[in-house]
């Protein structure tokens, strides 16, 4: 079945945007949104909006007076239909920016389904209001064609998804939303139960031990787009709601999981973008990402890459750089390629980024006029001054940015920052740009210096390599995790591992954890019964689907490609959630209401 007749129902023949030269002459019914009119002398113009395009209809007096009358008092947004004939314009007057440009609807017939109250902003202008307006009328700002074309794609990509994974033998099943909470890194949103009372669900931060039980169950290969819920501060890449990918595959290594996700995100490309991707992506070990880029999640699309300063600093007697080294910190640097342009104020600029992220402050190196210029550069003979230069590979024109720190970790982190930053504003970076690779070799934990225990890296089914179970109880910070993050253009989209699947392992890491056993029983009981079960090697990943739709969509927040987003503060403007409930409400779940703090300013600001 054709688009055109899939399409056509008691209302319309056809949508506004597909009506070309070939469909001259013919008879046609449209119904849409006013987008503009325009009285040409008398006679009126009417641009006609629906969800697949745009087509003018022209309404003539001494063709039909009644329509005409209707046409005069128009309004942007009013419902209307249209029955007329479609018109081939002549040479030199069709409008090439329109698909349907070639076209026009003389009208014969005009009737006005439903007027629209006076809009709070102009929608053809959203850009211009502020978020927090545009989200309370989404149902106006989802008019828009450039704030609808998101959504889509998102669903293209759903559909691209399902396809791919399905040829690759994966079967589509859902989990459960009323779940136990188990600790996952984040915040569970709680769900009273009224049957029995005291009693709580959790919504699922993930589905990761139903998608393992599914393993041991022998259905190979699951998958699952799939609504998931943390209650913890947001941003513009995080939502308190989203969706993700789901997967998990049984009788698996590394290679394995990656090769299939490879596939899918080739499909994906090819199909939505018209790009080939080669394969097999680039694997970075995580060590290295962070040395060359200051991130687990390494923007690639462009090569301005970190250098170390460290031994460099060594050699001088500039007390805050020894300070910082001599007690196991780091001193990291960035060239920037014609920064010798920036100005005091713009270095200034620069350093509060870095201060931002935790540096101290920002060293800086211009080279210019021959000369080597820096706020230090009377401490350094020419000898230091020469190796600067020489390590930094800096040319005329240039300057070197360093940050130095007893906290080798917090200097990566600002000199991360600094360089994502730099991208941005030196347009290191194109349109249409896309760059994706894999992060590998994790460590399989991260040691709480205040609290003196060990954490999950990524969870605590993570499975250690092979070649380090002997290090579990001698080294555990040395560790390494059979993990993998999927980045894509300096997003990390995707993160998954090889799991655990012997018991006496899962227990090793719990203990590790300061899981005890009754902990464990009591928490993930159902899990450690299941690998008693016969459970097969096993592995999987899951995929932010609202990131992946944001970088895809070159779009700079999670909220431009989701329907109904929620503001920083975790409000919906539209709904009003979230909201007061009834007192007999929570008498009924045995809930006690606690009085509300007051409200701060801005709290509600979409952020």
Not at 62 to 89: P, Q, S
Not at 263 to 275: A, Y
Not at 409 to 426: D, F, I, Q, Y
Request: one cysteine or more.
């Amino acid at each position: 079945m054709s688009t055109e007749s899939s399409l056509r129902t008691a209302y319309r023949s056809h949508t506004c945007g597909e009506l070309r030269a070939d469909h001259d002459s013919q008879e046609v019914r449209l119904v849409g949104w006013v987008d503009t009119v325009r009285d040409h002398g008398g006679v009126f113009f009417v641009h006609l909006r629906d969800r697949f395009g745009a087509t003018q209809v022209t309404v003539h007096p001494d063709r039909n007076a009644d329509a005409a009358a209707i046409a005069k008092d128009l309004h942007a947004e009013w419902v209307i239909a249209v029955r007329g004939v479609v018109n081939r314009r002549p040479d030199g007057m069709t409008n090439d920016k329109m698909p349907t440009g070639a076209i026009e609807v003389i009208a014969d017939e005009l009737t006005v389904l439903n007027k629209a109250a006076v809009l709070p902003f102009d929608i053809r202008e959203a850009d211009r209001v502020s978020e927090e307006l545009r989200l309370q009328y989404r149902f106006l700002d989802l008019r828009n064609p450039g704030t609808m074309e998101p959504l889509i794609f998102r669903h293209k990509l759903c559909m691209e998804i399902r396809q791919s994974l399905s040829d690759q033998g994966f079967v589509e099943i859902e989990t459960p939303f009323l779940t136990k909470s188990t600790p996952e890194g984040a915040r569970d949103f709680l769900i009273p139960s009224r049957l029995q009372r005291g009693s709580y669900y959790a919504l699922p931060q993930s589905p990761q031990i139903f998608k393992q039980i599914l393993m041991v169950s022998g259905l190979d290969r699951y998958f699952q787009i799939v609504r998931c819920f943390r209650d913890e501060d947001l941003r513009a890449d995080r939502q308190p709601e989203f969706t993700q990918l789901d997967m998990e595959l049984s009788f698996v290594d590394e290679d394995d999981v990656l090769g299939v996700l490879e596939v899918l995100v080739c499909d994906i490309f090819k199909n939505l973008h018209g790009r080939e991707l080669e394969r097999p992506f680039p694997r970075i070990p995580y060590a290295e990402a962070m040395d060359k880029y200051g991130s687990d999640a390494p923007d690639l699309r462009h090569g301005h890459e970190l250098f170390s300063l460290t031994d460099w600093a060594k050699s001088t007697t500039v007390k805050f750089l020894l300070s910082a080294v001599e007690d196991g910190g780091a001193v990291r640097a960035l060239r920037v390629p014609g920064g010798a342009k920036f100005s005091r104020k713009d270095l200034s600029n620069l350093e509060t980024v870095a201060k931002d992220y935790g540096a101290g402050g920002l060293l800086w190196f211009k080279f210019e006029g021959g000369e080597i210029k820096s706020p230090i550069a009377k401490f350094l003979d020419e000898a230091q001054l020469a190796a600067v230069q020489e390590l930094s590979g800096a040319q005329e024109g240039d300057v070197v940015l360093a940050v130095s720190d007893k906290n080798d970790a917090r200097v990566k982190k600002s000199m991360g920052e600094l360089r994502n930053h730099l991208a941005r504003t030196e347009g290191w970076i194109k349109p249409g740009q896309f760059a994706v690779a894999w992060v590998v070799d994790f460590p399989l934990f991260y040691y709480d210096e205040e609290e003196g225990r060990y954490y999950s890296e990524h969870h605590p089914f993570t499975a250690p390599k092979v070649d380090n179970l002997e290090l579990l109880e001698s080294d555990p910070g040395s560790v390494l995790a059979r993990a993998y993050d999927l980045v894509l253009n300096g997003h990390e989209i995707g993160g998954g591992s090889i799991r655990i699947h012997e018991e006496p392992v899962q227990e090793q890491v719990f203990r590790l954890l300061g899981i005890d056993e009754e902990e464990a029983r009591a928490k993930f009981g159902f899990l450690l019964d299941a690998l008693k079960f016969g459970a097969p090697p096993h592995g999987g990943i899951a995929l932010g689907l609202d990131r992946m739709a944001m970088v895809l969509n070159e779009k700079p927040s999670l909220r431009d490609v989701i329907a109904f987003p929620k503001t920083s503060s975790g409000s919906c403007p539209l709904t009003g959630a979230p909201a007061d409930v009834d007192t007999s409400q929570l008498e009924e779940l045995g809930i006690r209401e606690i009085p509300k703090p007051e409200k701060t300013r801005g709290e509600d600001e979409a952020g």
